[in-house]
């Protein structure tokens, strides 16, 4: 019971035991020379102005304690709010750092595939001013074929010197459009191979969008991708063969190769319109994806599943799930299942989707047989 209550009761007791020694004793008390009866009454009155006042303290505290119970929800809801507003801030500030971590990695790709095409552009630009000053004034009009034979272009790797690897700029049979400088590998294997895609350290951010990998990026001297135009350009312009070159982070390294590969324009999505037959020691990784169309971040060509791109963090030629994710994370050999399986930079039959290989080398080469 309250206190007030207990005070309550307390009272109407003393009052109740007043009333019955009144009216006990109220013929003697009034037979004598004082009047107690006028006591009493005083006292009646006193106790019922008490009764009044502590009624009033009574319904003032309960409206008092009720006030504060309501401010005190109002409080804890606010407390509640500002909690929730507190880790909505440190979710957005763990996003932020994840998006700044992400721009230092492209910014660091750009500036070094900027510096690759500034010196590229520089020693085109002195060999296109040496051989100005060198070639008499011609009044015939010019073709694709004679800017070619003039800025000593190429339709291929095979056909450029052979001395040492470099970049040359190609310009391909059946007027794909302007030539574009590609990396060609004349050490392996005889030489003539043209690099389509070069990972080795994780110094280049691969998780990109669909124009990206669409027109390449990265530097042709370090990790980069080619192009999806200029791999449709080149494998159409004439049969070409695909070798990977795989390594894992023990140094052990294994090839596939594949006899035939082509790739659609972007109107079929840079699909894998041919691949022929495999040989090697990596295992056959790609030709699951035959026919599959190419997926990024942005841009979801997988018809038989989610956006492949999103699950597995790379971009590839997705057709629910994988077998080769060689564009994934760069994640530094064996990784946790849970959380990153199937997402490094993985070929399936060689070390498997929970193994991130330390390189990936795609080249491409010209059959000149057929």
């Not at 085109?124 to 003039?150: D, F, M, N, W, Y």
């Not at 840079?270 to 190419?294: I, P, R």
């Not at 997926?295 to 994988?322: E, I, L, R």
Request: aromatic residues 12%.
């Amino acid at each position: 019971m309250a206190p007030c209550g207990r005070l309550w009761t307390l009272l109407y007791a003393v009052i109740y035991c007043f009333e019955g020694i009144a009216c006990a004793l109220g013929p003697t008390l009034g037979s004598g020379e004082t009047e107690p009866g006028l006591d009493y009454q005083k006292l009646v009155a006193k106790l019922e102005i008490l009764d009044t006042k502590i009624t009033r303290v009574e319904v003032a505290s309960r409206e008092q304690f009720s006030s504060l119970e309501s401010k005190l929800d109002k409080i804890l809801k606010l407390v509640d709010n500002i909690s929730q507003s507190v880790q909505i801030v440190q979710k957005d500030i763990g996003d932020v750092r994840e998006d700044i971590k992400l721009f230092q990695n492209h910014s660091h790709g750009q500036l070094q595939a900027l510096t690759g095409s500034a010196s590229i552009i520089e020693s085109l630009l002195v060999e296109g001013h040496r051989q100005k000053q060198a070639q008499p004034v011609r009044s015939e009009p010019t073709t694709v074929r004679t800017i070619a034979a003039e800025q000593k272009l190429f339709d291929s790797c095979d056909v450029a010197p052979r001395n040492a690897s470099r970049i040359e700029k190609l310009l391909p049979d059946l007027g794909f459009g302007e030539p574009f400088p590609v990396f060609c590998d004349q050490e392996y294997e005889s030489g003539g191979w043209i690099v389509i895609q070069n990972r080795f350290n994780g110094s280049v951010d691969f998780y990109r969008g669909w124009k990206e990998y669409k027109n390449g990026f990265g530097n042709l001297y370090g990790e980069f991708w080619l192009g999806l135009d200029k791999i449709h350009a080149l494998t159409y312009s004439a049969p070409y063969e695909l070798h990977v070159l795989l390594e894992d982070f023990n140094n052990f390294t294994v090839v596939a190769k594949y006899s035939h590969f082509a790739v659609g324009n972007e109107q079929e999505s840079f699909a894998v319109t041919k691949l022929g037959e495999y040989s090697g020691t990596a295992g056959d990784g790609l030709s699951y994806h035959k026919g599959s169309k190419f997926s990024t971040m942005d841009m979801n060509n997988d018809v038989q599943g989610n956006n492949g791109a999103v699950d597995w963090t790379g971009a590839w030629w997705y057709k629910k799930g994988h077998y080769s994710n060689l564009n994934g994370q760069y994640l530094l050999g064996k990784v946790d299942h849970t959380k990153f399986h199937g997402k490094g930079m993985t070929w399936n039959p060689f070390r498997g989707d929970d193994y991130s290989l330390k390189r990936s080398r795609m080249m491409i080469k010209r059959v000149l047989n057929q």
